[in-house]
């Protein structure tokens, strides 16, 4: 059987469930609490994962998925709103519930790197271009943001719809869905 990362879901229950292709899936108790967020990375490995008993409790946790060893953990103060891996997986983006906004981890140590230069208020997603040169980011105050990496400057920021979630970008970058109001 491949240890590579295929669909995964998780739940408030504190579940993930690797499923299989008799639909049973592989469940692997991770947490006491709720799973928010989880993110899979591009070396088909590393899972991160967002747990929070809704309040004061939020825990970021980066797993092996081979070995299910965890290789890095964080608590934070405030709730985690966006949590995803770049393109080539080489950072750990982490939105935050602060006027920071955003942070980026290297996967290499898990330490802090300043990619961007100001803070970006609470971001709700974000998404870098496969180079990682790049990345957009939508915050639900109602903008997308776009972000030079190389410099850590904004390069154009656009008014957009607020209050989305489960936003996405899709057809190459080229259009911006979420749900607003359910």
Same mark, same amino acid.
């Given at each position: 059987?491949?240890?590579?990362?295929? +669909?995964?879901?998780? @739940?408030?229950? *504190?579940?993930?469930?690797?499923?299989?292709d008799?639909?049973? *899936?592989?469940?692997?108790?991770?947490?006491?609490?709720? =799973?928010?967020? =989880?993110?899979?990375?591009?070396?088909?490995?590393?899972?991160?994962?967002?747990?929070?008993? @809704?309040?004061? +409790?939020?825990?970021?946790?980066? $797993?092996?998925?081979?070995?299910?060893?965890?290789?890095?953990?964080?608590? $934070?103060?405030?709730? =985690?709103?966006s949590?995803?891996?770049?393109?080539? *997986?080489?950072?750990?983006? %982490?939105?935050?519930?602060?006027? #920071?906004?955003?942070?980026?981890?290297?996967?290499?140590?898990?330490? =802090?790197? #300043?990619? %961007?230069?100001?803070?970006?208020?609470?971001?709700n997603?974000?998404?870098?271009?496969?180079?990682?040169?790049?990345?957009?980011?939508?915050?639900?105050? @109602?903008?997308?943001?776009? $972000?030079?990496?190389?410099?850590?400057?904004?390069?154009?920021?656009?008014?957009?719809?607020?209050?989305?979630?489960?936003?996405?970008?899709f057809?190459?970058?080229t259009?911006?869905? *979420? +749900?607003? #109001? #359910?």
């Open positions: 059987a491949s240890t590579e990362i295929s +669909v995964i879901s998780s @739940g408030e229950d *504190g579940f993930l469930i690797k499923w299989t008799d639909n049973l *899936g592989d469940h692997y108790q991770i947490s006491d609490m709720g =799973i928010k967020m =989880i993110a899979t990375s591009p070396n088909g490995t590393d899972i991160a994962i967002y747990e929070s008993d @809704g309040g004061s +409790v939020n825990k970021l946790s980066v $797993y092996d998925w081979k070995t299910l060893k965890r290789k890095f953990f964080k608590r $934070y103060a405030d709730s =985690i709103t949590l995803n891996f770049s393109a080539k *997986g080489k950072y750990l983006m %982490i939105g935050t519930a602060t006027v #920071d906004g955003l942070e980026f981890r290297s996967t290499s140590n898990w330490q =802090i790197v #300043d990619k %961007i230069k100001t803070n970006t208020s609470i971001v997603y974000v998404q870098t271009s496969d180079t990682e040169k790049t990345c957009a980011m939508y915050s639900p105050a @109602g903008s997308l943001a776009y $972000y030079d990496l190389t410099n850590g400057k904004e390069k154009q920021k656009f008014k957009v719809a607020q209050g989305l979630s489960q936003v996405v970008l057809n190459n970058s259009f911006l869905a *979420g +749900v607003k #109001d #359910d």
